[in-house]
C-alpha cells in the first residue's frame, strides 16, 4: 500500500487535502471515502518519483505537484481497505488500484477543538473541501462516508453544508448504499468497523448489512 496525500502549510497551520490509498501497483480508481478528519500523521522524507507524480496530476489535475508528500499507512486506511475488499463480510477479493481519500475539513489537526479554533484563524480556501472538486474526483465510482457525527460536533456551517449536500449528491444515485434519509445513516468510521469484527453478533447488527449494500455497488 502506498499513500501520497496534498499536504503543505499556510500561515503556520499544516493542511493535508486529497490522499490517495494506492493498493497494488494500477492507477485506476476504485472508489472514495469521506471521513472525519487529516489526522495528525506527518509526511515521510521519502522523494516522490516523477511517473507518480505524473499519475497523480492525471487523477488530481488542479492540484499542485510539490504539495505531494508520501504518508505512511496507518490503521484507519488499513481498515478501509478491508471495507473495500469485502473482507469485514467475509466475500474477501483481490483488488487494485486506488481509494481516494476526503475529509469534513483539511487541518491536520485530530483534536476536535483545537480544529475548531483554527477554523477562526483559517482564511485558507484550503480548509474545507470544494463540493465540485470532490464530485469531479469521485466521479461514478462508490463513496464510503465514514465520518460518524463529526459533522454535528465541529459546529461549523461550512462542514454541515458540504455534509449535506454531498450526502444528496451520493444518495441521488439508486444503486447507492445509504439510506435516504440522512438521519437514518450511522456513517460508520473504519476503525469502528474493524473494532466490532471480532465480535460474535458482528454479523446481527446493522453495520454488517451495511457493509454488504457497500459491496453491492461493486457488481
Same mark, same amino acid.
Given at each position: 500500500?502506498?499513500?501520497?496525500?496534498?499536504?503543505?502549510?499556510?500561515?503556520?497551520?499544516?493542511?493535508?487535502?486529497?490522499?490517495?490509498?494506492?493498493?497494488?501497483?494500477?492507477?485506476?480508481?476504485?472508489?472514495?471515502?469521506?471521513?472525519?478528519?487529516?489526522?495528525?500523521?506527518?509526511?515521510?522524507?521519502?522523494?516522490?518519483?516523477? %511517473?507518480?507524480?505524473?499519475?497523480?496530476?492525471?487523477?488530481?489535475?488542479?492540484?499542485?505537484?510539490?504539495?505531494?508528500?508520501?504518508?505512511?499507512? %496507518?490503521?484507519?486506511?488499513?481498515?478501509?481497505?478491508?471495507?473495500?475488499?469485502?473482507?469485514?463480510?467475509?466475500?474477501?477479493?483481490?483488488?487494485?488500484?486506488?481509494?481516494?481519500?476526503?475529509?469534513?475539513?483539511?487541518?491536520?489537526?485530530?483534536?476536535?477543538?483545537?480544529?475548531?479554533?483554527?477554523?477562526?484563524?483559517?482564511?485558507?480556501?484550503?480548509?474545507?473541501?470544494?463540493?465540485?472538486?470532490?464530485?469531479?474526483?469521485?466521479?461514478?465510482?462508490?463513496?464510503?462516508?465514514?465520518?460518524?457525527?463529526?459533522?454535528?460536533?465541529?459546529?461549523?456551517?461550512?462542514?454541515?453544508?458540504?455534509?449535506? %449536500?454531498?450526502?444528496?449528491?451520493?444518495?441521488? %444515485?439508486?444503486?447507492?448504499?445509504?439510506?435516504?434519509?440522512?438521519?437514518?445513516?450511522?456513517?460508520?468510521?473504519?476503525?469502528?468497523?474493524?473494532?466490532?469484527?471480532?465480535?460474535?453478533?458482528?454479523?446481527?447488527?446493522?453495520?454488517?448489512?451495511?457493509?454488504?449494500?457497500?459491496?453491492?455497488?461493486?457488481?
Amino acid at each position: 500500500m502506498n499513500i501520497y496525500a496534498e499536504y503543505f502549510s499556510e500561515n503556520g497551520i499544516n493542511y493535508r487535502k486529497t490522499t490517495i490509498i494506492q493498493i497494488g501497483d494500477s492507477w485506476e480508481i476504485i472508489g472514495s471515502a469521506i471521513l472525519k478528519n487529516p489526522g495528525s500523521a506527518i509526511p515521510l522524507d521519502d522523494e516522490i518519483e516523477k %511517473d507518480t507524480l505524473d499519475q497523480i496530476s492525471g487523477i488530481c489535475p488542479n492540484s499542485k505537484p510539490h504539495y505531494w508528500k508520501k504518508f505512511k499507512a %496507518d490503521p484507519t486506511m488499513r481498515c478501509l481497505e478491508k471495507i473495500f475488499d469485502g473482507s469485514y463480510i467475509n466475500s474477501s477479493k483481490e483488488i487494485s488500484g486506488i481509494i481516494l481519500l476526503f475529509n469534513l475539513h483539511y487541518i491536520r489537526e485530530a483534536d476536535i477543538n483545537k480544529a475548531r479554533n483554527l477554523f477562526d484563524k483559517s482564511s485558507s480556501t484550503h480548509t474545507f473541501p470544494d463540493m465540485e472538486e470532490v464530485k469531479n474526483l469521485i466521479k461514478d465510482k462508490p463513496v464510503f462516508i465514514g465520518w460518524f457525527d463529526e459533522h454535528e460536533k465541529l459546529k461549523n456551517e461550512n462542514v454541515k453544508i458540504f455534509a449535506a %449536500d454531498i450526502f444528496c449528491h451520493l444518495t441521488s %444515485d439508486e444503486n447507492s448504499y445509504l439510506e435516504k434519509e440522512f438521519s437514518q445513516n450511522q456513517f460508520y468510521h473504519p476503525l469502528y468497523v474493524g473494532r466490532l469484527y471480532n465480535n460474535k453478533n458482528f454479523k446481527n447488527w446493522p453495520i454488517y448489512s451495511t457493509l454488504q449494500k457497500f459491496q453491492q455497488q461493486f457488481l
